[in-house]
């Protein structure tokens, strides 16, 4: 009885010291902390799902976003593809101007039904002497799916142009190792190329005979149609089509026509006789060209390899102000129906052309007197000289020579022919060899070129660099390397 009453006691004890001291029964203290860890875990849960589930849900926007960008884009090029087969069936538009449609709106829809969006079309032609140049185009392509994403493309609509090589030969060519040359360089004959190059060589032929002539020594009569010791013959490409000179010859009665009618400038043979008569035009930076009347010349005995020997006359002895003009920017074009000597700095983009179209018995020779430059290097001016016969730089220039532009023997050849000291009176013997010329811009020669002669004389260094802001968007008129039209300078704005 005892035990029991001291058992009971003690229990009893227990009891009361936990009641005093305010203790939590051991079992109720077990639920309360499972029911904050389960609250805490589902609070992270919580988190981690809402984070998951907007990750997904922005992926899923990215994604749709994504999506109908790229179908705006494809959008966009349908409309350009659309607008090609428009001008492609409207050839009034690339000649005049005349029916051209802008703003258009296009209609793209998915061959398995329903609309994939539409392209706004606007289109520009740029319009020289009455006659497109260009045309510049913008599509705007906006997607069905989601219209606040479009995309825009511009494009240049253009036949390419001769200024997108440094070098067109329409025969048999030798680019000697005393030349450095940039951009493309193309011969419809074989090329002898030894110079320092760093574009494109291609040559229209498979195999041609290269004789000494070239600097193939022993000759070669079944050359590769590239062959020589330039740079880099892994850019060298044979045969490839060649540039048809007749199919993109300029109309010179034509382009006589519209700087007489549509507000060029233009002027009919000088008096006197043909070997001592021309114009002489000095590009002023003001935007200006100052214009003589040549009335007398001296003649030096020269030799080149399309005409053997002759008499050039070249150098200006006499000539008469005829005046200082403001070249037209709606149309400038300079006609001339006699030999031309060009010089000075060109501020804007000016075509000069010496042909006598109704005179079949001569086809005057254009003449690159001086340095000529640009007032500005931002592809906003540019000079193009087209000669029926030859452009030919004279025996008196200077000893060291930089002349831009896009130079087109349509006839004849580009180059400087050769002079001898023999044959000269001792005042221009120093003129014989010249020590060098920089040419930037674009060659295109009917015959062989050169400026420079196997027993030194002539230019001593030779740099020739293709204008690549003028290759696609060059003077007016300026003769194409390819009468199909293409879409050049695509990008995306």
Not at 209 to 237: E, F, M
Request: charged share 15%.
């Amino acid at each position: 009885m005892e035990d029991e009453k001291a058992s009971e006691f003690s229990l009893y004890s227990l009891y009361a010291i936990r009641d005093t001291l305010g203790l939590a029964k051991p079992r109720a203290a077990s639920r309360g902390v499972t029911v904050f860890l389960i609250l805490g875990f589902m609070g992270v849960f919580a988190i981690i799902l809402g984070t998951i589930s907007s990750y997904v849900l922005t992926q899923g926007r990215y994604g749709r976003a994504l999506y109908a960008r790229e179908v705006a884009l494809n959008v966009a090029e349908s409309g350009l593809e659309y607008y090609r087969w428009f001008l492609a069936h409207n050839p009034s538009i690339m000649d005049s101007g005349i029916g051209l449609v802008s703003p258009y709106t296009y209609a793209v829809n998915d061959p398995e039904g329903g609309s994939l969006g539409s392209a706004e079309v606007t289109a520009s032609v740029n319009l020289q002497c009455g006659a497109v140049q260009w045309a510049d185009i913008v599509s705007k392509g906006t997607a069905s799916a989601d219209p606040v994403l479009p995309r825009t493309l511009s494009v240049r609509y253009m036949q390419p142009s001769v200024a997108e090589y440094s070098y067109v030969v329409n025969t048999n060519v030798w680019a000697g190792s005393s030349r450095t040359i940039r951009g493309p360089y193309h011969g419809n004959g074989g090329v002898r190329m030894d110079a320092t190059h760093n574009a494109d060589v291609t040559s229209a032929v498979s195999t041609w005979n290269c004789t000494s002539s070239y600097n193939c020594n022993p000759s070669q009569p079944n050359a590769p149609g590239v062959v020589g010791t330039g740079s880099n013959p892994a850019l060298w490409t044979y045969p490839v089509p060649n540039i048809n000179f007749a199919a993109i010859a300029i109309d010179f009665t034509d382009l006589q026509t519209k700087a007489q009618t549509q507000g060029g400038i233009y002027y009919g043979p000088a008096s006197g006789s043909v070997n001592n008569r021309g114009y002489h035009l000095i590009f002023n930076a003001a935007g200006t060209v100052t214009i003589y009347r040549v009335t007398e010349t001296d003649g030096f005995d020269s030799y080149s390899t399309q005409y053997n020997w002759g008499t050039e006359y070249s150098e200006i002895d006499n000539q008469t102000l005829l005046g200082t003009f403001a070249i037209p920017s709606s149309c400038s074009l300079m006609f001339f129906q006699d030999r031309v000597w060009v010089e000075g700095t060109v501020n804007g983009k000016v075509t000069v052309v010496a042909a006598t179209p109704s005179d079949g018995a001569t086809a005057p020779d254009a003449y690159l007197n001086n340095n000529i430059l640009y007032a500005a290097y931002d592809g906003t001016d540019g000079l193009t000289i087209v000669a029926e016969r030859n452009v030919l730089i004279p025996l008196v220039v200077p000893n060291v020579m930089e002349i831009h532009g896009i130079f087109i023997a349509q006839s004849g050849h580009y180059g400087r022919d050769y002079f001898s000291t023999s044959d000269l009176s001792s005042q221009y013997d120093p003129y014989v060899t010249r020590s060098q010329l920089t040419t930037v811009g674009t060659v295109v020669s009917n015959g062989r070129t050169g400026t420079a002669w196997s027993d030194g004389t002539g230019f001593t260094t030779r740099l020739d660099y293709y204008d690549q802001q003028l290759a696609f968007s060059p003077p007016p008129f300026t003769p194409v390397a390819s009468t199909d039209y293409k879409y050049a300078l695509w990008r995306e704005q």
